[in-house]
């Protein structure tokens, strides 16, 4: 019996790993530069913009400053250069950046978000080897199909935003921690980086920071329980008490080196962080804004306990302030004020592929009961939990961008049941009938992925009757707007409800606001942005839409009517 030589095989996996990247990027780059500015990029870019020519930390200081820096790397490309008059505020900047430094903001946005675009490839590779080192071959080719079809991972990974980045970076640190198991020393460095990056990309990777440096403890833990020779030299030549005399005394032991190896993953971190700081201004020279929330109690406590710059800590001040604000949220047909805990598993329940949903359930399944895939569960699954919970407790119910790690983890875990023991060949035909049922559903989306919403809630066109904002109207879609007015409805009157960072005059839609206008005076193209339309129950809006008739929409991000 002949078999297949080893090169071969490699050869093809790796070949299928560049296939199902190529088409990932061939779907971000199609969205990158089909979508117009939404609302958070503009006040990214701006401040990447400062950061790099200014040295300054001033703008959207809410967020630190790595992926900001890594938005600049694209821009460095590009000819925009900030003005020393310039005043104004973030949202100001991004507004000037776009439409008054003399640049194109179509390329301007696809110079920023290409290096999300790239990050977000590099990212794909972190998910196959993390999965790859838990089920092998077939489950790390499993668990990137998965991410390379994710309409959620495709929409913000085309982005400017932060969203993608700090997911991705808080994946590779654990997948740093999870190969520290068998050798702790080259990997938890690399783990404290990955950590580090996170917690200098987006303050919400704090919730994660605590899990990491658990999990680090556990690795060091399981390296120093195989045989001596091999735990001397994964715990750096720190030999353990063995014999049962000496088994509590080694315990402790154990546990202390786990413990410094997790200090130590913890300065590293830290050390990032300040050299992402430091990286913009080395004088770290820093101006609170006037209007810098007041933070009192546990919250105090934290934000004085951080070892952080001090606008780091100041930027969650900021964070805090935007908490205790009441946002309007929107979900199943229902406005409300605040948020609700059960808004961010909702929201991916309407908005994760249902085969990709069966394949996580079952991988949670697969890795909690077979014994040899028992060990990654704190890796994977607990992170996931945690974050999870985390994100339910924020008062902004704007999006599953919030959650973007699901994707990326619970790749992971499905990718266990590539391995499961029982009846194999009928599992792994099922995985595989289920893993196409997710490529086909993402393709059906294309070039939409930004509204997705899989197909029990009625796909992407139903997806602003359930949810709003980044979930499916981000302002993305006005260039799109702007060219199917000028194919299909020429020299008519628009009456436009936009909402979104983009200037309608730049793209020559000529528009009246039908909102003040007496209604009867409201003749020809009623269009309105479907964050808007879904949250008018009632009122002037709603009373213009009901004696109007849909004839178009545009992206599933904006409708219109005829009237």
Do not use: C
């Amino acid at each position: 019996m002949t078999t297949t030589p080893r090169w071969l095989r490699r050869g093809l996996l790796a070949l299928a790993v560049a296939a199902l990247l190529a088409q990932m990027a061939a779907a971000m780059l199609t969205t990158a530069v089909g979508q117009t500015s939404t609302i958070d990029e503009p006040v990214y870019a701006g401040a990447a913009l400062v950061q790099l020519q200014e040295r300054s930390l001033r703008y959207n200081p809410e967020h630190p400053p790595l992926g900001k820096l890594i938005i600049g790397a694209g821009l460095s490309y590009g000819d925009a250069r900030i003005d020393p008059g310039f005043v104004g505020n973030q949202t100001e900047l991004g507004r000037w950046l776009q439409y008054e430094s003399g640049q194109d903001p179509a390329r301007t946005m696809l110079l920023a978000r290409l290096p999300v675009i790239v990050m977000t490839l590099l990212f794909g590779l972190v998910v196959f080897g993390f999965a790859r080192d838990v089920a092998g071959w077939l489950g790390g080719l499993a668990a990137l199909t998965l991410y390379a079809f994710s309409p959620d991972v495709i929409a913000h990974g085309s982005l400017a935003t932060l969203d993608a980045l700090v997911s991705g970076f808080l994946i590779t640190a654990l997948w740093m921690v999870w190969r520290a198991r068998r050798r702790p020393l080259p990997y938890l460095p690399l783990a404290g980086l990955a950590l580090g990056a996170a917690l200098a990309t987006k303050m919400s990777a704090l919730a994660g920071a605590p899990v990491v440096l658990a999990l680090a403890t556990l690795s060091v833990w399981h390296a120093t329980r195989q045989s001596p020779g091999e735990a001397s030299s994964a715990t750096g030549g720190i030999r353990v008490a063995s014999g049962q005399g000496a088994r509590g005394a080694g315990r402790r032991r154990v546990l202390a080196v786990g413990v410094a190896a997790a200090f130590g993953v913890g300065l590293i971190a830290v050390g990032v962080v300040w050299a992402s700081y430091l990286a913009v201004d080395p004088d770290l020279v820093w101006v609170a804004p006037p209007d810098l929330p007041a933070v009192h109690g546990l919250r105090a406590l934290l934000v004085d306990a951080l070892p952080f710059p001090q606008p780091y800590r100041d930027g969650m001040r900021v964070q805090f302030g935007f908490e205790d604000g009441k946002f309007g949220g929107y979900l199943f047909g229902r406005n409300y004020s605040g948020s609700l805990w059960y808004y961010q598993p909702a929201a991916l329940l309407v908005k994760t592929p249902l085969g990709m949903l069966a394949l996580w359930l079952a991988g949670v399944v697969a890795m909690l009961s077979v014994r040899r895939l028992r060990a990654a569960a704190p890796y994977v699954l607990l992170p996931a939990a945690v974050l999870l919970a985390a994100a339910m407790t924020g008062d902004r119910d704007f999006g599953t961008r919030y959650t973007l790690f699901m994707p990326m983890l619970l790749a992971v875990a499905a990718a266990a049941v590539a391995v499961v023991p029982w009846r194999p060949g009928l599992v792994r035909a099922a995985m595989a009938a289920l893993v196409l049922f997710v490529a086909i559903s993402s393709l059906r989306t294309f070039p939409y992925y930004l509204p997705y919403s899989n197909e029990a809630f009625g796909g992407p066109s139903k997806t602003y009757l359930r949810l709003h904002d980044s979930n499916v109207d981000w302002g993305q879609d006005l260039g799109r707007l702007a060219e199917r007015l000028r194919t299909r409805y020429p020299d008519e009157q628009i009456w436009l409800v936009y909402r979104g960072s983009g200037e309608p005059d730049y793209y020559e839609i000529k528009f009246r606001d039908p909102l003040r206008t007496p209604p009867d005076e409201v003749r020809g193209l009623l269009v309105v942005s479907n964050s808007t339309l879904a949250k008018a129950i009632n009122g002037p809006l709603a009373d213009l839409v009901a004696t109007s008739t849909k004839i178009d929409d545009v992206g599933h991000s904006i409708t219109i009517f005829r009237r």
